[in-house]
């Protein structure tokens, strides 16, 4: 897993997300696959949520 990770902008109003969670996809799809995390299996992917408006964002860790 990314241990430092960008911050995410809320793509709603502009503030700064939190990261709270992080979820291993496996069984990736082919383009995923290129981005696969060998040793465990798949993808990770990274929950973030906004403090200022409560909307939820992911993206592939990075």
């Keep these: ?5 960008k911050t995410m ?3 709603k109003c502009g503030a700064t997300m939190s990261r709270h969670a992080e979820k291993l996809i ?3 799809t082919p ?3 290129r981005q696969a995390e060998l ?3 798949g993808i990770v992917l ?3 949520s ?3 408006c409560g ?3 992911s993206r592939l860790a990075m």
């Excluded at 897993?1 to 990770?5: D, E, I, K």
Aim: net charge negative; glycine share 12%; with cysteine.
């Design 9 to 11: 902008i809320c793509p």
């Design 31 to 33: 383009k995923e696959a």
């Design 39 to 41: 040793g465990l299996g």
């Design 55 to 57: 909307a939820n964002a």
């Design 26 to 28: 496996q069984g990736p």
């Design 46 to 48: 990274e929950m973030h």
């Design 1 to 5: 897993m990314s241990a430092a990770s």
């Design 50 to 52: 906004c403090p200022a």
